[in-house]
């Protein structure tokens, strides 16, 4: 149970350091003054890419991973609503 609560804690700080870089990289473009156009093909892709492991995981591991195969479908929603802004 402890190896468990000391891999959340090693995801965690992976995942807000991730954060704080991306934070860092987005003020220093905004005060740049380049604008950074969104690529909506990246969000259809992920969609592809989280629906059937989404679908996977459920069936196999738990219940609960509905979620990621929802996320899955919400991008590839929004990628598809706005095709024509791909790149």
Do not use: N, Q
């Amino acid at each position: 149970m402890v190896e468990l609560f000391l891999i959340l804690g090693i995801i965690t700080a992976i995942v807000l350091t991730l954060g704080v870089v991306v934070l860092y990289i987005a003020m220093k473009k905004k005060k740049e003054g380049t604008d950074v156009e969104t690529d909506y093909r990246v969000f259809f892709i992920l969609g592809v890419c989280f629906l059937p492991m989404g679908i996977v995981f459920m069936i196999t591991v738990s219940p609960g991973f509905a979620g990621i195969a929802g996320l899955g479908v919400m991008y590839m929603v929004i990628g598809l609503s706005h095709r024509d802004k791909w790149k």
